[in-house]
């Protein structure tokens, strides 16, 4: 990622840079809210527009119709490291963000509060709070459109990225598959060959193998899926040695995976100094794509536009069914 040097000192924003990225991965999210209130409203304007002229009829059944309608191609919404929150609490915490702020701490005690004193459900809890916080706020808020909500988005992934204790490289990873995801469902408006995906929030061990990162794909038309398995290797110092033994583990174990009936798809992430450029091709053969950044692993602050692309790319490739 590109520095910004000024009187010899790095006063690079990279954390934004990164959020950012993430938060543009909520685009197809709103999209589908928008649709969803076009179709609940027979109004065929921007969300903004509807949101600031419905009825607080109308609102609430935008939001209930968008709790409910959940579906396997349903977009996704992430947290700031880019783990995918379940749908009730996407919806919700969608909702919250573009009226409100720390939906969590401070709106969910207060929902509680009234589910305990009324022992009403979840959902009308959430949902009449929501309506009467739009309702009555909208005219300080001016505004529901795309680049204000993508503004308070970032906001929000910076605080949760805050608060959540994890391994910041599997984030950068993590978050450049959501934006390679993203990026096909926001062109093809589904998952291609595949009914849903499923990213994992954290490492998954198969067998005898930790894989940083992973996701699964599930058919459309059968129970089968396939799995991306995404593990990543680092180095902060320089040197050969290490390629070697990380290039015989990494082939043990697509050997044992091979084993598997080719149910797995394996990409790579090295982030090292001068790795062995031999190593790194000895790999290639035996996987479908590596991505190698020349760097110490302090340095990393996510995928460049050229690997992205070539992250975006390649699945392409997985969605419409590509096989080895």
Not at 1 to 21: F, G, N, P, T
Not at 166 to 188: C, K, P, W
Not at 299 to 310: E, L, T, V
Request: proline share 3%; glycine share 4%; hydrophobic share 40%.
């Amino acid at each position: 990622m590109k520095k910004l040097i000024i009187h010899e000192v790095d006063i690079a924003h990279y954390r934004l840079v990164e959020l950012s990225k993430l938060a543009d991965q909520a685009k197809p999210f709103y999209d589908w809210v928008e649709k969803s209130a076009k179709k609940i409203t027979s109004y065929h304007k921007s969300l903004n527009e509807i949101l600031m002229s419905s009825s607080k009829s109308d609102i609430k059944k935008i939001i209930f119709y968008s709790y409910n309608n959940i579906t396997d191609e349903t977009p996704l919404l992430f947290d700031g490291i880019g783990r995918v929150y379940p749908h009730y609490k996407a919806c919700f915490y969608f909702f919250s963000w573009i009226i409100r702020d720390a939906p969590q701490q401070r709106l969910a005690p207060l929902i509680a509060r009234m589910r305990k004193l009324k022992k009403i459900e979840k959902i009308i809890a959430e949902t009449d709070s929501l309506v009467a916080l739009i309702y009555e706020y909208r005219i300080n808020i001016k505004t529901f459109d795309w680049p204000t909500v993508r503004e308070i988005i970032i906001d929000r992934l910076e605080g949760s990225r805050r608060s959540i204790k994890g391994h910041l490289l599997e984030a950068n990873v993590r978050t450049a598959l959501i934006t390679a995801i993203q990026y096909y469902f926001s062109v093809y408006g589904n998952y291609g060959q595949f009914r849903k995906v499923e990213i994992a929030p954290k490492q998954i061990k198969i067998g005898n193998h930790t894989i940083d990162v992973s996701i699964e794909l599930f058919h459309k038309n059968s129970d089968k899926s396939v799995f991306l398995l995404i593990p990543i290797k680092t180095r902060e110092t320089e040197g050969g040695g290490h390629a070697h033994i990380f290039t015989r583990d990494i082939m043990a174990a697509i050997h044992d995976l091979d084993s598997e009936k080719n149910k797995y798809r394996v990409a790579s992430v090295i982030i090292a100094q001068n790795w062995s450029l031999s190593e790194i091709e000895n790999i290639d053969k035996k996987m479908d794509v590596v991505f190698h950044f020349n760097m110490n692993p302090n340095n990393f602050h996510g995928f460049d536009d050229k690997s992205q692309i070539k992250l975006n790319k390649y699945i392409e490739k997985i969605l419409n069914g590509y096989d080895k």
